[in-house]
């Protein structure tokens, strides 16, 4: 017979632990979650009207040139007529034919939309910057959430990178285009993930519960 210390158990360093999707921390609810994201855009909206000051102004000067424009326009066409006033359709019929206006307001319009896009790509860029760099760095969460005890992590509990931070942040286009139902998603799953956040592999835990005060608590 052999001795029953001959069948040793694996040692602990030898097991594969593979850590479960609760080790992480229980889901984020929703409105936590909203008030976190809502603190983020209160701490970038700063950021964004010094950073966006300029092409914000050149859109503005560009919309008053417009506007001054076609009201000058409309002003000479009702003081040189000497009848009744002329009906809107006409007056639009009037414009279709006025070529060098049209010109001016088509090169007005392309400048002015040039400025849009370029501000819309901008804030879009410091957006991503803001939240990949916050969501992939040590802290796992962007002011906001870890201001309210929130984490992003991967579905085995572990820290995201870069790559899956951006994928996240490129995915919440998705939830907006949905109308809002895909952040929305995150309140009717069990599990708290948002459209993004089934995209990118990611989840919202709960790390440092919010503890309520003692005038909170019920009874």
Do not use: C
Not at 16 to 31: C, K, L, T, Y
Request: hydrophobic share 50%; proline share 7%.
């Amino acid at each position: 017979m052999k001795p029953v210390g001959l069948y040793r158990q694996p040692t602990p360093s030898k097991l594969s632990v593979q850590a479960s999707p609760g080790d992480a921390g229980p889901p984020a609810g929703f409105w936590r979650r909203s008030l976190a994201y809502g603190t983020d855009w209160l701490l970038l909206a700063p950021i964004m009207a010094l950073a966006l000051r300029r092409p914000l102004a050149t859109a503005w000067a560009g919309m008053r040139d417009l506007n001054a424009l076609l009201q000058d326009w409309l002003l000479d066409r009702l003081l040189e007529g000497s009848g009744p006033m002329p009906s809107p359709l006409a007056l639009a019929r009037t414009l279709m034919e006025d070529a060098p206006l049209l010109a001016s307001v088509e090169a007005q319009l392309l400048q002015l939309s040039l400025v849009v896009t370029q501000t819309v790509l901008f804030a879009a860029a410091l957006a991503g910057l803001y939240f990949i760099a916050f969501e992939a760095s040590a802290w796992q969460a962007t002011p906001g959430k870890r201001w309210l005890g929130l984490q992003v992590v991967d579905l085995r509990g572990a820290r995201i990178g870069w790559a899956r931070a951006s994928a996240r942040f490129l995915a919440g286009t998705l939830s907006w285009l949905t109308l809002n139902l895909g952040h929305a998603l995150a309140g009717w799953r069990a599990d708290g993930r948002a459209l993004h956040d089934l995209v990118a592999g990611t989840r919202v835990v709960t790390r440092s519960p919010l503890r309520p005060r003692s005038g909170d608590r019920a009874g």
